[in-house]
């Protein structure tokens, strides 16, 4: 690998500096400032969990192939211009830098990239990165405190280790479709690709956690996350019944395996979800219906029982329904105390007042999209307030920067990787 001494040291020097400077503004800071990600990973998973540690602060250097780039580049429409939307809506707050890792001075200067980061997250198929030497084993020994997170589809280890993680295969293989559809139909695939983005959840989480285990141990970490492991893991209570009471999941549409009434409803002009929980909250419902009698029919008095009458009861609840407005129904169990929501589309999604005021539209200044409006950060802390975000990068927008400032790279050096290949820069940067 390309390394030379006299860099690494001066690397190791760099590194001490703002591990210093990082204590003395550590009041003032965001939770993650100072803390280098090298992010070698593209698509959903990993790239959700390096956009969340932006957010925090985090200085994300997103290592893509010259030329094309991050898979989801390519993914559309829509496009704005030329843009993925796809790809913009998980890639803010990160740098890129366009590194060949096919060409042996590629793969040297993102192991030297490695020896200054704090944490590296990568979503190649197991043992490719060891391969090219840039496995957990090899970059330990340049930097011993580097958390290591590898997302994959099924684990480091295993039958299935070698076999390439698609969201939509993992929901499938992890019984996350079995349950999720119509009661009478097909299974079906989640609107979003929730198996990708829990994954990336989980990511960020252990890493967090490794970042701080490293605090009391000076040690890194190798973290294995994989799709098949998250999407088990969610599956919860529903996990819990077949393991303890071996009970088979079943589809069960908007509704509610062990409440009633807990679903959709379909209105005069759209639906609405009802959840009584407990009985009280079904005397309200029936109140809030015009349905009285039915809270005092003998059938219905608990929840066990109308989970066992279910058909009858629902038929009822559903024809009173469909006789008015969703807006009249909100209307009608506001104060009730029985929860309930509209079944939004996109578009009534993003006109929500509370939509709004949690800050979950993020407008941004894309360098060729211009304005681009994406999903804002779910959490928001007492403690400091995010900075404006800045707006997904071009394909290899920071190569130089990354080099000069990360590496001290001079321009002759960078001149050379240039025309050689095994780096790009972006024209329009």
């Known amino acids: 690998m390309f390394c030379l001494p006299a860099l690494c040291q001066r690397n190791a020097a760099m590194r001490r500096r703002w591990l210093s400077d990082m204590r003395t503004t550590a009041d003032s800071a965001l939770p993650l400032e100072g803390v280098r990600v090298l992010d070698l990973t593209r698509v959903l998973a990993g790239p959700f ?79 490719k990165l060891d391969q090219m030497g840039l496995g957990f084993g090899e970059l330990r020994l340049v930097n011993p405190g580097l958390v290591y997170c590898s997302i994959s589809g099924y684990g480091q280890s295993g039958p299935q280790a070698q076999s390439p993680g698609y969201d939509s295969i993992a929901s499938a293989v992890s019984g996350m479709m079995h349950i999720t559809g119509p009661e009478d139909g097909d299974p079906v695939r989640p609107g979003v690709a929730m198996t990708d983005l829990a994954t990336g959840l989980y990511a960020h989480g252990a890493i967090m956690a490794a970042l701080l285990q490293r605090q009391k141990t000076g040690r890194g970490a190798h973290i294995d996350c994989n799709l098949l492991s998250s999407q088990v893991s969610c599956l919860s209570h529903i996990a819990a019944n077949y393991l303890n009471a071996g009970k088979e999941a079943r589809r069960w549409g908007t509704a509610h395996e062990s409440i009633v009434p807990y679903q959709g409803f379909r209105t005069k002009d759209g639906h609405i979800v009802v959840a ?67 079944i939004n589309s996109i578009k009534e999604v993003f006109s929500d007042p509370q939509v709004k005021h949690n800050g979950l539209i993020q407008d941004m200044d894309h360098p060729t999209a211009g304005q681009i409006t994406v999903p804002g950060p779910a959490v928001r802390y007492s403690s400091f307030t995010p900075t404006r ?18 590496l001290s790279y001079s321009d002759d050096v960078i001149k050379t990787l240039l025309e050689m290949g095994a780096v790009a820069q972006n024209d329009m940067s």
């Open 49 to 127: 969990a390096t956009m969340i540690l932006g957010d925090l602060g985090a200085r994300v250097i997103k290592v893509e192939r010259p030329g094309g780039g991050d898979d989801t580049r390519a993914w559309g429409p829509p496009f704005v211009q030329s843009e993925s939307v796809y790809f913009l809506s998980v890639n803010r707050n990160k740098k890129s830098v366009a590194v060949d890792l096919k060409h042996p001075r590629g793969a040297g200067l993102v192991k030297q990239l490695a020896a200054v980061c704090d944490v590296l997250v990568e979503n190649f198929l197991p043992g």
């Open 276 to 342: 009584a929980g407990n009985d009280k909250q079904f005397v309200k419902v029936c109140q809030v219906l015009d349905l009285p009698g039915l809270s005092q029919d003998p059938k219905y008095r608990t929840n066990t029982l109308r989970v066992q009458n279910r058909k009858q009861l629902l038929k009822m609840l559903s024809d009173r329904v469909l006789g008015e407005t969703t807006s009249d129904w909100l209307r009608r169990f506001e104060g009730s105390g029985v929860p309930v929501g509209p």
């Open 389 to 406: 975000p800045t707006p997904p990068p071009l394909i290899g927008q920071h190569t130089i920067e990354v080099l000069r400032e990360m």
